[in-house]
């Protein structure tokens, strides 16, 4: 018997308990302190060197020369990212908290947005229409019949405590609003599961892309500098390039997730694809567990305006997000004589 | 060394239960996937799958390869399915004992094969070439019909029997198939499970179906649609199957469309569990008589 369930071999196993490891910190020991220090002094004495080799280059030469080496830094940036944040053995995750999810997508900001768009659909949290302003701003307020000891989830709770009193909904995020409260729930549990970058990361980050930023504007600035000195004003596709590879460089440091949590929504986001594609038959059939897992996975633009009226008058700027809703297929058998509808080469049916 | 593992009682992964399934997956204890939906998916949807075979046991379910037919196996399809198996890593994989094609034309349709010596060679040959390209054995499953397969020389699970004793594959035990044959062709379930190779089933499906009135045979026959709750026959065939089996079982509740709301699932699994319970209850009595005698 060589493929019974309990025999079958497997390459790992993921059902033993999983506790998330600590992000590994890379702070630095004294004995590692020189080598830093050596590292940054080569660094310096190449990008001198290659300095002043490449100003010396003709102009066309010196374009494709800077172009290439702009490449290889961010490439560079890109490898080192690879190794430092590798998207390790996949844990357990707890999908059960639409908010765990929508923070790990998009911060604490985003957790507030759908916690209060999924109260507004169970109607705990009532939009009002503030007449006393001039531009009539929206407010919400707490429903008086609901009982926030009953909401299964603590930020639910802190929300409805939020709009006890008729409030904006934007006063959530501001300072003394509930992000500090979002974040103590949240973050250090997402950092230690590797999924959002530890303090440790984000300097590490940030020192690779600085000494990226570093030799793209010293050797860009410095051709710029002569070639304007000798008089020439040819320097467009200079600045170009350096404009470009500049920015690339940067948006190293603002990754909010790491890699692992890149993998992580990029799953949820291809599973939940046909779900998001029912968005707008959602309200009439789902339970609010859906329409909230729906939410913290793609956020409140995923839910139709027309649909869902009141959460986009709460907020008419919530972000969109990046992730297309691609085609998804899923086995269905028809009512009529059992035959099945199936893509993905060929049809079966209902086995 | 074996792992020991408790029953698990899951459900078939479709994507409007996605969200439900995801969170309620402390009392999912195992999904099954349509595997031919991720043939031609792109890397990310595998991917997808591959993490959520970590927060889950996974099934692959295979529902195009035609196993059980004279006809060689479809080797591009089988080559998309070792792809899939290789990046998902699934727990188990598994296919019909049907075929979809013959002379050349997809039928669209899993259907039965005659019931013959010449089916049962195919069957193995295919079963063989699977397990070449793949790398792994499929569980094979028992199909439903609402015809007897012309040519047929053997009963079904004589067919069944012969087929196991062929191949090393390991039995996916569809009861609600098994249920429906039994009703449409007039035989006991009971006696086919006691006939069958236990010790050889790896996991079992629970579906349901619906009473049609057939137009070119008299009386009228049960169609597994997998649009209707689990009848209460195919619970206690589960609770047979756990009193016989000594083996661990996995349990998958198939629903392929009007859905329920979702804690009706939820509740299904719970009577399956019920069932499987029920069945080892009755198997350690059993046991313990024995030992006393």
């Known amino acids: 018997m060589s493929s019974y369930p309990v025999s079958t071999p497997k390459p790992s196993d993921p ?21 830093v220090r050596a590292f940054v002094i080569a660094w310096f004495t190449l990008l001198l060197c290659f300095t002043v080799v490449i100003i010396c280059l003709p102009k066309t030469a010196f374009l494709l020369a800077y172009l290439l080496a702009c490449a290889t830094v961010i490439a560079m940036l890109y490898v080192r990212r690879i190794v430092a944040e590798p998207v390790r053995e996949l844990t357990k995750f707890d999908t ?55 909401l299964p989830f603590p930020l639910e709770r802190a929300v409805l405590r939020f709009f006890t009193t008729p409030r904006k909904p934007e006063e959530m ?37 600085l000494f990226a930023l570093i030799f793209i504007l010293v050797v860009g600035l410095t051709k710029i500098g002569v070639a304007l000195w000798y008089g020439y004003t040819n320097i467009g596709f200079t600045v170009i390039i350096m404009v470009v590879a500049a920015i690339w460089a940067l948006t190293f440091i603002g990754d909010y997730r790491t890699r692992f949590g890149n993998y992580v929504i990029k799953s949820l ?34 839910l139709p305006a027309d649909v869902f009226p009141e959460v986009r008058e709460a907020f008419p700027k919530a972000p969109t997000d990046s992730s297309s809703c691609g085609s998804s297929c899923s086995s269905s058998c028809s009512s009529d004589g059992g035959s099945c509808s199936s893509c993905g080469g060929g049809c079966g049916g209902c086995g | 060394m074996m792992e020991t593992l408790p029953d698990r009682v899951g459900l078939g992964w479709r994507a409007p239960l996605a969200a439900d399934i995801l969170s309620n997956l402390d009392r999912i204890e195992a999904i099954e996937v349509i595997a031919d939906d991720y043939f031609d998916a792109p890397r990310k949807d595998r991917q997808a799958l591959r993490w959520l075979g970590h927060q889950v046991p996974l099934i692959l379910h295979g529902v195009s390869l035609g196993l059980a037919s004279t006809a060689p196996v479809d080797l591009v399809r089988l080559d998309h399915m070792a792809r899939l198996v290789g990046e998902v890593e699934p727990w188990l994989w598994s296919e ?110 629970l579906a349901g179906g619906k009473w049609v009135q057939a137009t070119r045979f008299p009386g009228r026959r049960l169609l597994d649609d997998h649009r209707h709750a689990t009848p209460q026959p195919v619970f206690d065939l589960l609770a047979e199957v756990a009193r016989r089996t000594p083996q661990p079982l996995v349990v998958i509740l198939e629903r392929d469309g009007d859905y329920p709301p979702f804690a009706e699932l939820l509740n299904e699994l719970d009577v399956a569990r019920t069932a499987l319970a029920r069945g080892r209850a009755a198997q350690k009595a059993r046991t313990d008589v024995v030992t006393t005698l």
């Open chain 1, 15 to 35: 059902w033993k308990s999983v506790t998330p490891t600590t992000n590994q910190a890379t702070s630095l020991t004294g004995d590692d302190a020189w080598v």
């Open chain 1, 96 to 150: 059960s908290d639409p908010y765990r999810l929508a923070y790990l997508r998009g911060g604490a900001n985003e957790a507030l947005r759908v916690a209060t768009a999924v109260l507004i659909e169970a109607r705990h949290l009532r939009l009002l229409q503030n007449e006393s302003s001039e531009k009539k701003e929206k407010q919400l307020v707490t429903a008086p019949d609901c009982d926030a000891k009953s």
């Open chain 1, 269 to 302: 986001e291809s599973l939940f694809e046909g779900m998001r594609a029912q968005a707008a038959t959602l309200k009439a059939n789902a339970s609010l567990a859906q329409i909230a897992l729906l939410a913290g996975v793609y956020g409140v633009a995923a």
């Open chain 1, 173 to 209: 995020f501001e300072q003394g609003g509930l992000k500090q409260q979002v974040d103590d729930l949240y973050k250090e549990e997402l950092e230690n599961a590797g999924l959002l970058p530890s303090e440790a990361q984000k300097q590490a980050r940030t020192s690779r892309a």
């Open chain 2, 96 to 205: 019909h004992l049907a075929f979809v094609r013959g002379g050349g034309i997809e039928i669209g349709h899993l259907a039965a094969p005659p019931r013959t010596a010449a089916t049962i060679e195919g069957t193995a040959r295919n079963l063989a070439t699977a397990r070449a390209i793949v790398g792994s054995d499929p569980l094979v499953e028992n199909i439903s019909t609402i015809i007897d397969p012309p040519g047929s020389t053997l009963d079904e699970v004589t067919w069944l029997q012969h087929t196991l004793v062929a191949t090393e594959n390991s039995l996916l035990l569809d009861l609600h198939n098994l249920y429906a044959n039994a009703c449409n062709f007039d035989f006991d379930p009971y006696e086919a499970i006691a006939r069958l190779p236990l010790e050889r089933v790896g996991y079992i499906h």
